[in-house]
């Protein structure tokens, strides 16, 4: 009897895979038209499967019914920002591009205009699509990945830092600002 | 006669010889609209999967660890839920909403002041675009660290970016319509960015904005975009993203 390991589409590389006893037909196969028993093979943790409905369904429809409940309440209570008429006689100061971009925005501020505005976007977006090709590393496991959770962990936490700099520590011509948070020793509290 | 209708016009049918023309043609009705009825078993439930055309979307069975709540925080059904939300909400917007520098930020007023909802659904398609950024970031980051991008995966994750790119770009051109200050001030500062490219860049901020500024060139540009060609991309990357989840296999939990 041929012995078949499930290796199934590219699943557990590289941890230890245990090959289970395997399936076998108890009854004694005979004849032409058995010379080739159905073999069922399958490792035991694929064998934990669940139908996905209405297992999965049923928690997509709770996920998106509790979302949309939050951006109710969210929308009642909150307006989305709407100022005056455009006026391009009239410049805001400062100006901010949205909050996604505001972190584009703050590197324009340290660095010159070709490398904040074209060179790193482009880098970022290129990196990230080649990330799949670039990391051999075979492994998911967190422990046997530490310098590309780093790396990634390093990028997300500056992404996130330019962001909150740009919203909430810029202020007239950009400028770097803390009373906007912390407010102002001669005025009283912002928040 | 009922053998093509599945087990719930089986149930229906009417004892033998006793045919109640009434309940034949519920059963029919019902069969033709839904081949199988409740999922009571595991077996009904995955016909009923394989045959109805929302939710052939999922495979009919799954790892129980890929479904995991704690395993995929749901982002990536969010982000989807998100963007299906804010095409209905879009649409509802687009009824009162006319792309010209004229009329567009009174039609915005109108929809907060006099039209119907129109404030809570305005406020529901901002917040819902703004959540839907963060989600497909947080989808991604969930993606990166549980490793999911590995083979055979590595093409699908190149057709995340590409969706995260839309997603931003399809808030960034949301954000010009209302045409108040914050909005062609944003959209100022955001496109003088592309005009930093060497040799391309100052063509690529005209062509973007149809004019050396933000003014009815560039409204009508971001709406067409915002309401029918990013919206389209996004669509058809979102129908090979999760087609090819389906055709890679879900990876489970760790």
Known sequence: MATVVGGGNGEGRGRATVSTPLTRPTRPVSGPELASPPLVVRRREEEETVVTFPHLVWREFLAGLLAFVFLMVVSIQINAPLLQRANTAITPNPAKAPWYFVGLQELLERFPPVMAGVAFPSFVIIFMILTPYIDKNPSRRPQDRKVAIALFTVYLCLAVAFIVVGVFFRSLAFNWDWTRIFGHPALPSPV | MTEHLGDYATEMSATPGEVNPVRAFVAQLWGSIFRHGLPTTDKVAARTALTNFFLHIHPVRVKRSAIRVSYTLCLGGLSFFLFILLTITGLFLMFYYIPSVDQAYQNVKDLEFVATFGLVIRNMHRWAAHGMVITVWLHMARVFYQGAYKPPREFNWAIGTLLLLTTLLLSFSGYLL????????????????????????????????????????????????????????????????????????????L
């Open chain 2, 178 to 253: 209302p045409w108040d200050q914050l909005a062609v001030w944003a959209i100022t500062v955001g496109t003088n960015m592309a005009k930093y490219a060497p040799i391309a860049g100052p063509y690529t901020r005209y062509l973007l904005l149809g004019g050396r500024g933000v003014a009815q060139g560039a409204l009508i540009r971001f709406y067409v975009l915002h309401v029918i060609a990013l919206p389209l991309i996004g669509f058809l990357l979102m129908v090979v993203h999760f087609w090819r989840v389906r055709k890679d296999g879900f990876t489970g939990g």
